[in-house]
């Protein structure tokens, strides 16, 4: 009987039903997109730490995972130094320089031959091996920030304030999305006989704990940070960022404030266009429980279907970032957050709906019949 009748109320009101399923399923949407894209920021990022294909990363002192960019503070010696500690058979450093506004649009300087035998080297899409860095001004760039740029090999884009020349494209997953030989960036850097980091890989990763152990035991080595790759890539989870969790608890609150906002207006109005409904409905002897349930179930449907604008929309926010913005703004779909925006739509839709459903179940019948 309650279902029957809130369909009916929702059928014969389509444009404030979809007026107010939109305005919950934006907040949803939002949401989503904002977990979404950290957790792709992050997804990727753990790729390409993974594909390094080091064992042991070390960081100079007061580096972490989200400052290193545009700093160059480690002799370029200490790549030696490493590679002749025990267990330590290959050793690279690189240089990373600041290539956009946010510290994952980076460029990276790579002494490739080195880089190569530690990573495997890249998967050329465009170009092949022999075309990485005959020239200066040559940079090698993966399928995504190729796919976001719009450019080719043979093409030019512009980075740190200069135009480079597009010497192949690569499949993405190793390190960077933009590489240039190391030398290069050095100069441009001002970091002549420096590197931002030292990769190593070891004889055996049975032999990880043990390195591990000896190089923070190293006097030279004992402010610098040293991590195995797994470390590193537990880095990159979004919970060991505290700025995204608070930014997705801002956005949150924002999306319980609004679909409360929405769903009161929405189901005051509905309330003050049913008035003479209500009044026969309780003049055939509906009480006062039946009256706020079927206030309630109205406002549930309306969180349902919010829920699933929402999670449409997030596939739409999805297909214009992977479009426009793949390499600086991955964003993953996170299904695990279905069930949580569902509970957040639900939720503030209930609690706005409770004002309306106390104002409903307080009309005198009488009084209702004879409403204009």
Request: no cysteine.
């Amino acid at each position: 009987m309650i279902l029957r009748l809130v369909w009916e109320n929702i059928r014969f009101r389509p444009m404030r039903t979809l007026l107010s399923v939109l305005l919950i399923g934006v907040p949803v949407m939002l949401i989503l997109t904002l977990v979404g894209v950290s957790h792709g920021f992050m997804d990727d990022s753990k790729r390409r730490a993974e594909g390094v294909g080091a064992d042991i990363f070390v960081w100079p002192p007061g580096r972490s995972f989200s400052n290193g960019a545009g700093a160059a503070p480690m002799p370029e010696g200490s790549v030696q130094f490493l590679i002749r500690q025990p267990h330590v058979t290959q050793a690279t450093g690189v240089v990373t320089a600041l290539a956009g506004k946010m510290f994952w649009d980076s460029i990276t300087g790579i002494d490739y031959p080195a880089f190569k035998r530690m990573s495997g080297g890249f998967v050329f899409v465009e170009g092949a091996d022999g075309d990485v860095f005959r020239q200066p001004g040559e940079v090698v760039v993966d399928t995504t920030f190729a796919e976001e740029q719009k450019v080719h090999r043979g093409g030019k884009v512009k980075l740190l304030n200069r135009y480079w020349t597009v010497a192949a494209v690569v499949e993405s997953g190793k390190l960077s999305h933009a590489f240039v030989n190391k030398p290069e960036l050095q100069e441009i850097n001002d970091a002549r006989g420096h590197v931002s980091q030292v990769y190593l890989k070891l004889d055996s990763p049975a032999n990880l704990a043990t390195s591990l152990d000896a190089l923070k035991h190293v006097p030279e080595l004992e402010d610098y940070g040293i991590y195995s790759t797994k470390q590193v890539v537990d880095m990159t989870s979004p919970d060991s960022v505290p700025a995204v969790g608070v930014f997705v608890r801002v956005i949150i609150g924002i999306g319980v404030f609004t679909g409360l906002i929405v769903v009161s207006l929405s189901m005051y109005m509905a309330v003050l266009q049913r008035t003479r409904e209500i009044g026969i409905l309780k003049s055939l002897g509906a009480t006062k429980t039946f009256v706020m349930s079927l206030i309630l179930w109205e406002a549930a449907v309306m969180g349902l279907g919010g829920t699933m604008v929402g999670i449409a929309l997030s596939f739409a926010s999805k297909a214009v970032l992977g479009k426009f913005l793949a390499a600086s703004m991955p964003q993953a779909i996170v299904v695990d957050w279905w069930p949580i925006v569902f509970g957040i739509a639900l939720g503030s839709a209930l609690l706005g709906a409770l004002y309306p459903g106390m104002l409903a179940v307080r009309q005198d019948p009488i009084e209702a019949l004879a409403y204009e």
